[in-house]
C-alpha cells in the first residue's frame, strides 16, 4: 500500500515545495496550474457552506466577545472602550488567580485520566465477544446521563454523613471524609466524577480509531513474532495519534470549560477551591453583570487552550513521521 | 482497490439531487420560521409574563391565575400569556433577552436583584402605582421594602422568603432543655443534642451552611440580632468591621469547632430535611422546611416546632427576602403591565399561591385566612413573620459581588483560614473596593 | 502444551477480562442504577441511612407523577425532531468540510482549520449574548426587516437547529480520520475520471463509517441532553426538549422532588442508550484493508 502523504495531521501553511521564489512568484505558478486550481475551487466550495454557518453564528460572536472584553460592557448598560484595563484588572483580581490555579489543577488530574482510561477502556472493548455490545453501552451511559441528575446523584454518594461512599469507607475500616466540603478534596471529587462522566466519550473516538487501523498490519507483526505489547506500541500507537490529537485537544476543550457539575454540586466552593475559569466567567458576567470583564477571563483561557492546543499539535507532527 | 474501480459518474448525480434537497430542506426549516407569532390586530394588547419556576403545581396555578385576568380583560383587548421559566437558569436567560430588547413585560424574581436591575434601566419605578393603589396598604411593608431603591419602590411581592428557627420539641425534652433566651445559651446548650457513631454524626446539634447565600443569609441575622451592620446606614461603606460581627463569625465557626455540627451539614442526602429524620436539633430555615417533611418523614411532624431564633447582643433580627413581579422598564404596555401586577397582587390571588403553592403569604391580610390555620406549622411560621424584627437585605447596586464578599471572607473564618477579626477586616476593605469601583 | 491445557487458559483469560469488564460496569452504571432504584422507592424509604439497595416497597408512584409533570410527548418529538435533522445534517456538513480540510489541497487551508478549531476554545458564555443578538435580530424573519425589529428566529426550530448545524468538533473528527485513509484510494477514483465530489462520496466517505457512526452518536447524544440553549431561545412550551421537562421538578428555590425527577431522568436517558446499541454495530464494521 503506497501511501505519498504522511500521515501528518496538521501541515505547515508552506507546505507547497519550499523554494527561493518570491510569494507572487509562487502564488502566480500556483493558480497557473490547472490541477491546483480545480482541486482549490473544489477545497472552497467544499468547506463553503459550513464557513458560511460558521461566520455567522460562531466566528462574529466570538470577535464580538473579544471586542467587548476591551469595554465596560455590563449587559445592560453598553459601557464604554477602557482599553486593556479589564485585562489589567486580571493581573491583580486574586479570584482571577485562585480560579487559574484551579483550572490548571483540574485539568491536570482529568485529562490524563480520562485519556489513559479512555484508551484503555477502548483496548478492552475493541474485540469480538459476547455481550460486548451491553459493555460498551455501559461505559456509555455517563456521557448520556443528564448532568442535572448526574449531579445530584454524584452529591448524594459524596455526602459526608450518609454518602454511599463514606459508608462504604467505614465498612472497609477508613476514616470517612468531607469530600465536597472539604478544601482539599472538592476538585478532585469533581474531577473524578468528570472522569466518569468523560471516559465513554473518549473511548468511542479510540474504538473507531482503532478499527481504521488495517489489521493486516497486527498479521504481518504477529507474523515476525512481534508480542501484544510490541504491536501496541509500533502499530496501534502511532497509527492512532490523529485520533488522539483529537482526543487530547477536545479533553482540554472540554476539561478547561467544565461548568456543570461545579454550578451544581459546589457553586466554585468550599473557600473557593472549585471556582474555575469558566465558573468565574458565570459569576462576573452574569451574576454581577460584568460582562466586559467576564470576556478577557475567557480570551485568557482562549489563549491557554489555543496554546496547549498548538504545542500539542507540534509535537503530534514531529513524531508522526512513518510510513505504512 | 475493487471499490474505486466500481465507481461510475453515474451514480453522482444521483448524489447531487439529493444533497440538493438537502439543503432546500434545511433552508425551508429556516423559512418557515417566518411564519411565526405574527403581531396582534388594533387596539390589542399582548403582554408576556414569566414565572420563576416550572414545577407542575407552579404552573398551574399561575397558568389559572393570567386565565382569570384574560378573561376579566377581554372587553380592553389585554390578553397576557404566561412562561415558566426553571430558577436556575432564570438569571441567564433575563439577562440575555433584556439585553436582546425582547424581555417580557413583567417578570419574577427574587427582591435583591432590583438594585442591580435599577442601576441598568431594566426595571420600571412603581411609586406612581403605588399611589392610587387601594391594596398598598395590605402588604407586609417588609417585603415592599426589600425591593426598594433609593426610595423607589420596584417590586409586587408574591412570596416571603423568610427564616425562622425551626426545632424538635422530642429532642429538646429528652435533652432536658427548652429554647433558650440567647445566642450564647443555645450554644452552650447544643453539646446535649449530639450523638456519634465514631466519626459520623448520627445526630448533629444543627446543621449550618458553610458557603454561599445561604451562608450570607443565615449568618447575617446573627450579625443584626448583634446589633451589626454589612453596610453603613447611607450604604456609601462597609460597615462590617465592628466587634458585633466578629462575634457573629465566633458564635457560628464555634458550632464546627466544638463538633457540634458537621463542616458537610447535615441532610445532604437529597431534600429529606434532617428535622424530619431527627439528625438535628434545630435548623434556621423558610417555610420551604415544612413540605420537605411533610413529603418524606410525615411522621416526624408533629414533633416539630418553630420559634422566633434566641437573641444576640441587641436582639432578634431574622431576615426577609421576598420574589416579587418587576415591571420591564422598556415595555410597550407599562399601564397595562401594572393592570396584570395589581391583578396578581390582590387578595384571591395572593391567597391562591399561598394556599395551592405554600409561598409564604406577603399580605398581612391573608395571614389569618383559614388555609394559613390549617397546618399549624405553617401558621406559627406565618405569625412570627408579623410579630419578629425582620431586616432584608440591603439594595445597593453591587450587592451580589458584596453579598460573595461577605460569605466567603465568613466562609474563611469558618475553615481557619483567617480569624474572625482578619476575614471583618479584609471583608470591609473589599467591600469598600467594591463600592468604589 | 497440549492443546487442551492451552483451551483451559484461554477460558481462563476470558473469564478474567469478563470479571473485569463487569466490575468497570458496575462503576460505569452505578449512579444510573441507583437513579433507577431510587426510582422505585416511596419517599420514606429514598434517603434511608444505611441505603437499601433492594427496594423494601416497589412502588410506580414517581413514574405516574413523572409522566403527568409535563407534556412529554410534545417534548419528546420536538427533541427527536431537532436533534434528527442536526445530527444528519451536521454529518453531511462536518465529512465534507473535513474532507475538504484533509484531503484537499488549497491556499488558506490550514489557517481556516484552525481558525474553525480555535472557536471552541472560547467559553459558550460570552458567546451567548452576541448569538442571542444574532438570533434576535435575523434578517427577514419573525416580523425583522434588514436591520431587526421583531423577534427573528426567536421561538423558532430554526433558532434551536440553525446555529448548530456545524460542530467545528465534528469537522476535526471527520479531518483527523480522513487523514488516515491511504492517498492511493483518491488518486485511482481521480484517473477513473471521478469529480472531486465524486471521490468524497463515493470513494472516501464510506471508509470512515466508524467515525461517522461516533460523530451521528455524539450529535445526537450532545442535542438530547441540552437544555440550555433551547431554555435561552425559546419560550413556547409546544417547542421545548425534554431536559426541560426535567427541570420541572425544582419544586421551588431550595428544593427539588427526587423521586419523579429520577424516574423521568430514566426515560429520557433510554431513547440516547438505544440509538447508541443501534450504532455500535458501525464501530466495528469497516476494515479498509479487507477490500481485496
Known amino acids: 500500500m503506497a501511501n505519498n502523504e504522511p500521515n501528518i495531521p496538521v501541515n505547515t501553511p508552506s507546505s507547497p515545495p519550499p523554494s527561493k521564489k518570491s510569494y507572487f512568484q509562487r502564488k502566480k505558478e500556483y493558480w497557473g496550474s490547472t490541477q491546483n486550481r480545480k482541486r482549490a475551487i473544489a477545497g472552497y466550495t467544499f468547506i463553503a457552506p459550513a464557513y458560511l454557518l460558521f461566520v455567522v453564528f460562531l466566528f462574529i460572536p466570538v470577535i464580538w466577545a473579544f471586542y467587548l472584553s ?12 477602557v482599553g486593556i484595563n479589564n485585562y489589567q484588572r486580571l493581573m491583580n483580581d486574586n479570584a482571577f488567580r485562585n480560579a487559574l490555579w484551579n483550572t490548571t489543577y483540574y485539568a491536570l488530574m482529568v485529562i490524563p485520566l480520562n485519556i489513559s482510561i479512555s484508551l484503555c477502556l477502548a483496548l478492552l472493548v475493541n474485540r469480538k465477544m459476547r455481550g460486548m455490545n451491553f459493555f460498551r453501552a455501559a461505559y456509555y451511559v455517563p456521557v448520556v446521563t ?16 450518609n454518602g454511599l461512599i463514606n459508608y462504604v469507607l467505614i465498612q472497609l475500616g477508613f476514616n470517612p471524609q468531607s469530600w465536597l466540603n472539604d478544601p482539599d478534596l472538592a476538585l478532585p471529587a469533581l474531577a473524578l466524577m468528570r472522569v466518569w462522566k468523560g471516559v465513554g466519550w473518549n473511548m468511542v473516538i479510540f474504538l473507531a480509531g482503532l478499527q481504521s487501523i488495517p489489521k493486516t498490519l497486527y498479521e504481518a507483526a504477529s507474523i515476525e513474532g512481534a508480542g501484544r505489547w510490541m504491536s501496541f506500541w509500533k502499530i496501534t500507537w502511532p497509527l492512532l495519534a490523529p485520533t488522539t490529537f483529537f482526543v487530547f485537544v477536545m479533553a482540554t476543550i472540554s476539561t478547561f470549560q467544565t461548568f456543570g457539575e461545579i454550578y451544581a454540586m459546589t457553586s466554585g466552593g468550599p473557600v473557593q477551591s472549585t471556582t474555575t475559569l469558566v465558573y468565574l466567567i458565570f459569576v462576573y458576567g452574569f451574576e454581577r453583570y460584568e460582562m466586559g470583564y467576564a470576556s478577557a477571563i475567557a480570551f485568557v483561557l482562549f489563549f491557554i487552550i489555543l496554546t496547549l492546543t498548538l504545542i500539542n499539535m507540534f509535537i503530534t507532527q514531529k513524531k508522526v513521521n512513518y510510513d505504512l | 482497490m475493487e471499490p474505486v474501480t466500481r465507481i461510475n459518474q453515474k451514480g453522482e448525480g444521483k448524489v447531487k439531487k439529493w444533497i440538493v434537497c438537502m439543503l432546500t430542506a434545511v433552508l425551508l426549516v429556516v423559512v418557515t420560521a417566518c411564519g411565526g407569532e405574527g403581531t396582534s390586530g388594533d387596539g390589542e394588547t399582548e403582554l408576556t409574563i414569566w414565572v420563576a419556576g416550572n414545577s407542575n403545581q407552579i404552573q398551574e396555578t399561575f397558568r389559572a391565575i393570567i386565565d382569570d385576568f384574560n378573561e376579566q380583560y377581554e372587553s380592553e383587548g389585554i390578553t397576557a400569556n404566561v412562561q415558566f421559566e426553571p430558577w436556575g437558569e432564570l438569571d441567564q436567560k433575563l439577562s440575555t433577552s433584556l439585553a436582546g430588547g425582547v424581555g417580557p413585560d413583567v417578570f419574577m424574581h427574587g427582591a435583591a436583584a432590583a438594585a442591580g436591575f435599577a442601576a441598568g434601566n431594566q426595571i420600571e419605578p412603581l411609586n406612581a402605582y403605588f399611589d392610587d393603589w387601594a391594596d398598598y396598604s395590605e402588604f407586609n411593608p417588609g417585603y415592599l421594602e426589600a425591593g426598594a431603591v433609593d426610595g423607589d419602590y420596584y417590586v409586587v411581592p408574591i412570596q416571603g422568603a423568610n427564616r425562622m428557627m425551626f426545632y424538635r420539641e422530642d429532642i429538646f425534652q429528652e435533652a432536658g432543655v427548652e429554647i433558650p433566651e440567647t445566642l450564647d445559651e443555645l450554644l452552650e446548650i447544643s453539646e446535649a443534642f449530639v450523638e456519634r457513631d465514631g466519626s459520623r454524626f448520627v445526630r448533629a446539634a444543627t446543621t449550618l451552611p458553610t458557603e454561599g447565600n445561604d451562608l450570607q443569609q443565615i449568618w447575617s441575622a446573627f450579625l443584626w440580632s448583634n446589633g451589626g451592620d454589612i453596610l453603613s446606614e447611607d450604604f456609601s461603606e462597609a460597615a462590617i468591621n465592628s466587634e458585633e460581627a466578629v462575634k457573629a463569625i465566633e458564635f457560628y465557626k464555634a458550632f464546627f469547632d466544638r463538633e457540634l455540627t458537621p463542616i458537610a451539614g447535615m441532610g445532604g442526602q437529597g431534600d429529606q430535611h434532617p428535622l424530619g429524620t431527627g439528625e438535628v436539633a434545630f435548623t434556621f430555615d423558610g417555610v420551604w422546611a415544612i413540605d420537605q417533611i411533610l413529603t418524606y418523614t410525615p411522621d416526624a411532624y408533629e414533633h416539630i416546632k418553630v420559634a422566633a431564633p434566641p437573641r444576640g447582643l441587641e436582639g432578634t433580627t431574622t431576615l426577609v427576602g421576598s420574589s416579587g413581579f418587576f415591571m420591564n422598564a422598556n415595555s410597550d404596555h407599562k399601564d397595562e403591565a401594572w393592570k396584570l401586577m395589581s391583578f396578581i397582587g390582590n387578595r384571591d390571588n395572593i391567597e391562591k399561591v399561598s394556599s395551592e403553592l405554600k409561598f409564604l403569604p406577603v399580605r398581612l391580610d391573608v395571614a389569618e385566612a383559614d388555609f394559613v390555620k390549617e397546618d399549624r406549622l405553617f401558621y406559627e411560621f406565618v405569625q412570627l413573620t408579623t410579630e419578629v424584627d425582620g431586616k432584608a437585605n440591603p439594595n445597593v447596586p453591587r450587592w451580589t459581588a458584596i453579598r460573595d464578599i461577605v460569605a466567603a471572607n465568613v466562609e474563611k473564618a469558618i475553615y481557619g483560614q483567617l480569624t474572625p477579626q482578619e476575614a471583618v477586616e479584609n471583608a470591609e476593605k473589599e467591600i469598600n473596593e467594591e463600592i468604589n469601583r | 502444551m497440549t492443546r487442551n491445557s492451552r483451551d483451559v487458559k484461554q477460558a481462563i483469560n476470558k473469564l478474567w477480562l469478563f470479571l473485569l469488564m463487569s466490575a468497570i460496569a458496575i462503576i460505569m452504571l452505578w449512579p444510573f442504577i441507583w437513579m433507577t432504584v431510587t426510582s422505585f422507592k416511596p419517599n420514606t424509604e429514598m434517603f434511608a441511612y444505611p441505603p437499601t439497595i433492594i427496594p423494601n416497597e416497589i412502588i410506580f408512584d414517581h413514574y405516574v407523577a413523572a409522566w403527568k409533570a409535563a407534556p412529554w410527548e ?19 456538513l462536518c465529512a ?8 484537499l489541497e488549497f491556499p488558506g487551508r490550514n489557517f481556516l482549520f484552525i481558525l474553525l478549531l480555535a472557536s471552541m476554545m472560547i467559553p459558550f458564555e460570552v458567546m451567548l449574548i452576541p448569538l442571542y443578538l444574532i438570533i434576535v435580530n435575523f434578517p427577514f424573519t419573525g416580523g425583522n426587516g434588514i436591520w431587526g425589529g421583531g423577534t427573528g428566529l426567536l421561538n423558532t426550530y430554526s433558532a434551536l437547529i440553525v446555529p448548530r448545524l456545524l460542530f467545528p468538533f465534528g469537522v476535526f473528527l471527520m479531518r483527523q480520520f480522513f487523514l488516515t485513509l491511504p492517498k492511493s484510494l483518491e488518486d485511482a477514483a481521480r484517473i477513473d475520471g471521478c469529480s472531486e465530489f465524486g471521490i468524497f462520496w463515493r470513494v472516501m466517505f464510506p471508509l470512515i463509517k466508524p467515525a461517522s457512526a461516533t460523530l451521528v452518536v455524539f450529535v445526537f447524544s450532545m442535542m438530547w441532553d441540552d437544555f440550555f440553549w433551547p431554555l435561552i431561545v425559546i419560550n413556547d412550551q ?9 427541570q420541572s421538578f425544582q419544586t421551588s428555590q431550595y428544593t427539588t422532588d427526587w423521586g419523579p425527577l429520577m424516574a423521568a431522568t430514566v426515560w429520557v436517558s433510554l431513547p440516547i442508550i438505544i440509538v447508541f446499541i443501534f450504532a455500535q454495530k458501525y464501530f466495528m464494521n469497516i476494515n479498509i484493508s479487507s477490500d481485496k
Open chain 3, 96 to 103: 465534507i468540510t473535513g474532507y475538504a480540510f484533509a484531503r
Open chain 1, 70 to 81: 476591551f469595554t465596560s460592557y455590563t449587559i445592560f448598560t453598553p459601557g464604554e472602550i
Open chain 3, 238 to 246: 409546544n417547542l421545548m426538549p425534554v431536559q426541560l421537562g426535567l
Open chain 1, 146 to 161: 443528564s448532568i442535572i441528575a448526574a449531579s445530584m446523584i454524584w452529591m448524594w454518594l459524596y455526602d459526608s454523613n
Open chain 3, 74 to 92: 410534545r417534548f419528546f418529538f420536538n427533541t427527536a425532531f431537532v436533534a434528527g435533522v442536526i445530527t444528519f445534517s451536521s454529518l453531511f
